[in-house]
């Protein structure tokens, strides 16, 4: 192995597709840049997302996601950027210095700016607290998702699917493919959690029922899964007593959400929001420690892999611009606040003197014909119509920015 590099301009930690475009962005900007991620090949969790639907936003065209991993791994790799796989980081802390092990061996780095770029997890059983026996059969969709399309595994026969996040509605059709009885999707809130089009796509062309206002209350089975018990739950998310019906099945699939990935992010001292799961940032995404930047799934659980890349195309530049020295460090920061129907807002803060800013948002409801406000000191600087709005589809805002001195926050509302 070369001799591993003490120092390097920009440091991205995460081989996902905002981790790729930082890289290849920061390089881009005239940065040197090294690339680090834990798994074996770079492109995260598109490498076992083989359905199309990615690239159409960023290159114009609908690929896989392993292709459009591969343009972001060609792009890293024509800008010159050093990649290392199979490498963990143990730690980062103020001032750049990060600590990474690689094939049992430790050694560090300091970085004149670091990319935080490593994706989202699942959610799983423990986290929502279903009761029963422990059999098997129960897989997080994820899971379920590398099985099938990575190790050529067939999860299960009869499936039930819990929560209607976007994987979880991918893999119900993929599982019809592979020949399975997918009887049902369960969802928990009164509308879909994923997008519309995967709603169409993978469960009304293919007759799959969901329910709306159910839960799976308990599973049963000893060594495998046979059956889970479904109830109808009230507005206050409750089980309604005699509503319970119980279906057969073999397999489990939990598809109730993702959380951004930020236990490394947590120890190096970043201030996490309290709503995204993910830092605190600015417009140019600098954490709350100087020096350390956030993009993609670890800030907020994006809709689609293009906009976590342009996400990350973004940060990578603002990174490579912070490593150089060309960009003014001391800057007057206002707070960015999501007021009535609005669940949050990123960025969390901008310069006064930006010029302009890109705000990434959603909704806290379903709703119809739907105004979203930008308010500065009381006085709405920008305004958008949506003929419809949903906390499935992230929504974005650009406007100018060059505010009074006596504007102290921005604020984004829902009417």
């Known amino acids: 192995m070369p001799d591993r590099p003490r120092k390097t301009d920009v440091l991205v930690i995460g081989g996902g597709p905002a981790g790729l475009a930082a890289a290849a962005s920061a390089a881009e900007a005239g940065a040197r840049v090294l690339l680090v991620d834990r798994n074996r090949k770079l492109g995260g969790i598109l490498n076992q997302c083989i359905h199309d639907g990615f690239g159409l936003h960023t290159f114009g065209e609908v ?23 199979d490498t963990l980081v143990a730690g980062i802390s103020a001032g ?29 059983r423990g986290m929502i607290r279903i009761p029963g026996t422990r059999p098997a059969g129960v897989y997080t969709a994820g899971t379920a998702q590398w099985l099938t399309n990575m190790a050529n595994i067939r999860v299960g026969n009869r499936i039930v699917i819990l929560g209607s996040g976007d994987i979880g509605l991918i893999m119900a059709r993929r599982l019809r493919w592979e020949g399975a009885d997918v009887v049902a999707v369960i969802e928990l809130l009164p509308y879909p959690s994923g997008l519309p089009r995967n709603i169409t796509q993978c469960l009304d062309d ?7 206002s159910h839960s799976v209350t ?6 495998r899964l046979e059956g889970v018990t479904v109830a109808r739950y009230d507005d206050s998310r409750r089980p309604i007593p005699g509503t319970e019906f119980r279906i057969e099945c073999d397999t489990l699939l939990l598809s109730v959400g993702l959380i951004p990935e930020n236990e490394l992010s947590r120890r190096g001292g970043v201030d996490i929001d309290r709503v995204t799961l993910g830092p605190r940032v600015d417009d140019r995404y600098v954490t709350s420690v100087d020096g350390v930047f956030a993009c993609g799934n670890v800030l907020h659980i994006h809709d689609i892999a293009d906009w976590a890349a342009d996400e990350g195309t973004r940060a990578g530049r603002t ?10 460090r001391h800057r007057e920061r ?14 969390q803060s901008v310069d006064r003197t930006a010029g302009d800013a890109l705000l990434s948002f959603r909704v806290r409801e379903p709703g119809e014909d739907k105004v979203v406000t930008v308010k500065a000191g009381g006085d709405p600087i920008a305004s958008e119509r949506f003929r419809r709005v949903h906390p499935a589809t992230m929504i974005q805002l650009s406007l100018p920015l060059k505010l009074p001195r006596d504007v102290d926050r921005l604020e984004v509302s829902l009417s």
Not at 75 to 85: D, F, I, M, S
Not at 97 to 124: K, N, P, Y
Not at 206 to 212: A, C, F, R, S, V
Request: hydrophobic fraction near 45%.
């Open 96 to 124: 750049g210095d990060v600590i990474l092990t690689s094939f049992g061996s430790r050694w560090g780095i300091r970085a004149g700016a670091v990319v935080l770029a490593m994706g989202c997890r699942e959610r799983t």
């Open 206 to 212: 293919y007759d799959i029922p969901l329910y709306l």
């Open 63 to 85: 690929l896989t996601g392993p292709e459009f991993a591969a343009h972001y791994v060609n792009k890293v790799l024509e800008a010159g950027v050093e990649v290392y796989t």
């Open 334 to 347: 206002i707070p960015v606040e999501a007021r009535e129907g609005i669940r949050y807002v990123v960025p």
């Open 218 to 223: 308990e599973i049963h089975g000893r060594d």
């Open 319 to 328: 990174a490579a611009d912070y490593a150089l020295g060309r960009v003014d």
